[in-house]
């Protein structure tokens, strides 16, 4: 009892910090959110989307779940994905993955721990479907940080094939998507280039061929 008590004494520690820089900051937040961003990121611990790209309560809705995966058949994922983006209008969807993902790993490794074996399934297929480029690499860590990078394009690609972002192009609304990959040994986030903002781009995207994110220069497209 006693962690849970001194971290209570840190939320209050936290609040009184913000309140202290901006008094009116929680009465202005218990009125409404109206954030630009929607992550859709791995459960991983060590991970702090809000936080670690410098954001405040309220500018961001998050969901997370093992393996950073959008699966159509999760009710929840998409319940999160309707609200962001129909009622709180978020401009952009952030699907972030990260390399030596666990969930990740024990796909590539078909490792077995019970009932995530079902949901892992998914990233299964993605490394069936890439298996020739995956055995071209020269090791089992770059396969592995590949597959992590992959991961990320499918669920991207998962993203927009859903009716919610669909419909949210045909009635003209604002919406990006984009994939994102962190290696926690160095708390830096990168852009993977792989943004679309349509159903054109989207169907562009999965005839592509992508570079592994570490090799491609600043700023270049996929090639």
């Avoid at 901006?22 to 991983?44: A, K, N, T, V, Y």
């Avoid at 159509?72 to 709180?88: P, R, Y």
């Avoid at 995530?116 to 993605?126: E, S």
Wanted: overall charge negative; aromatic content about 8%.
């Amino acid at each position: 009892m006693e962690r849970i008590e001194r971290l209570l004494n840190s939320n209050r520690r936290w609040a009184e910090e913000l309140k202290a820089d901006d008094p009116q900051f929680f009465e202005r937040l218990s009125e409404s959110q109206s954030p630009e961003l929607l992550w859709i990121g791995c459960s991983d611990s060590r991970i702090s989307p809000t936080s670690s790209i410098g954001l405040l309560p309220g500018e961001m809705f998050v969901h997370r779940n093992v393996a950073n995966l959008v699966n159509h058949s999760d009710m929840n994922c998409l319940a999160v994905m309707q609200f962001a983006i129909e009622v709180l209008k978020v401009e952009h969807v952030i699907v972030c993955g990260h390399y030596g993902c666990g969930g990740v790993k024990a796909a590539f490794d078909d490792a077995r721990y019970g009932l995530v074996d079902n949901w892992l399934r998914y990233i299964q297929d993605t490394m069936h479907k890439h298996q020739a480029a995956l055995e071209k690499l020269p090791d089992y860590e770059t396969r592995l940080d590949r597959l992590c990078e992959l991961n990320v394009i499918e669920q991207v690609i998962s993203v927009g094939e859903t009716t919610i972002v669909q419909d949210a192009w045909d009635r003209g609304q604002t919406l990006y998507l984009h994939g994102w990959i962190y290696r926690i040994g160095e708390g830096i986030y990168r852009d993977m280039k792989i943004t679309v903002r349509s159903l054109d781009e989207l169907n562009a995207m999965r005839t592509a061929t992508y570079k592994p994110a570490e090799t491609r220069p600043a700023g270049s497209v996929p090639a």
